[in-house]
């Protein structure tokens, strides 16, 4: 009926950031000052506004490449959560090193594949004649 130490921890830590996280939103809003009852609210001068106005192409919110690679980072960060749940420090030691492996073998893939479709890109566009 017990937690594992670990995992009480780390509960532990997330309900804390959880709690930052929520004082930080309500801290970082902006406050408006209280209205003076001797001032007419049509008098006062509009409030000016910064609006930014960015033209940048619309690209779509999934990365191809991420796509193909995701199941390698996932499978690794289960090992990686594996490794923190057990108890027996020789799976926990094999546990890491799968963990770590996959991790690093999906950072050379993606880059892998960013680099193929910077090249399909390349190699399908019109050349100017």
């Known amino acids: 009926s017990h937690l594992h130490p670990l995992l009480s921890s780390s509960l532990l830590w997330a309900a804390l950031g959880l709690l930052v996280g929520l004082g ?22 509009p409030e000016r506004r910064v609006e930014w106005l960015v033209r940048e192409p619309k690209r ?5 490449a991420l796509m ?12 990686l959560l594996g490794a923190a749940l057990v108890e027996s420090s020789d799976l926990r030691f094999t ?13 050379v893939l993606y880059k892998q594949e960013c ?3 910077q090249l399909e890109r390349r190699l399908c566009r019109p050349r100017d004649s």
């Open 60 to 64: 779509p919110w999934r990365d191809p």
């Open 115 to 117: 680099r193929l479709q």
């Open 24 to 45: 930080a939103s309500y801290w970082a809003r902006p406050r408006t000052a209280p209205a003076d009852p001797d001032t007419d609210p049509e008098e006062e001068p």
């Open 95 to 107: 546990l890491v090193a799968v963990g770590a492996l996959g991790l690093s073998v999906a950072l």
């Open 68 to 79: 193909r690679v995701l199941p390698v980072p996932l499978v690794s960060f289960t090992a």
